[in-house]
């Protein structure tokens, strides 16, 4: 496993969560690294992706400014910050890369209203 996503849990509208993924392979040297996120009955979606060469993220419109991408290189770790969160955020969280298109095994994520 190269990829391990942790971090959800169950939150209450409005709180917060840090998804974190640890890529144990090196693999996020000269990539880009994606976290997408599931909802019960509908399609992965992608939520927010950051290219390592110049650590800025692009967030879907549907959690921009309430979510932040950010990496941590000497832990080869990358981030999700989900600040003030909806109970439309609940899902199991991925993370991804698209150079070896590897998947965390996914965080699972409950926004209670």
């Known amino acids: 496993v190269q990829l391990q996503a942790s971090g959800g849990g169950l939150v209450q509208a409005g709180g917060s969560l840090r998804l974190s993924c640890v890529d144990s392979?090196?693999?996020?040297?000269?990539?880009?690294i994606d976290w997408y996120r599931q909802a019960p009955g509908k399609q992965r979606e992608l939520v927010a992706t950051?290219?390592?060469?110049?650590?800025?993220?692009v967030y879907t419109d549907s959690v921009k400014g309430r979510f932040t991408m950010s990496k941590d290189n000497a832990k080869n770790t990358v981030y999700l910050q989900m600040d003030n969160l909806k109970p439309e955020d609940t899902g199991v969280y991925y993370c991804?890369?698209?150079?070896?298109?590897?998947w965390g095994q996914g965080t699972e994520v409950t926004v209670s209203s």
């Open positions: 991804h890369d698209m150079k070896y298109n590897n």
């Open positions: 392979g090196n693999i996020f040297v000269d990539n880009v």
């Open positions: 950051m290219s390592s060469a110049s650590g800025t993220a």
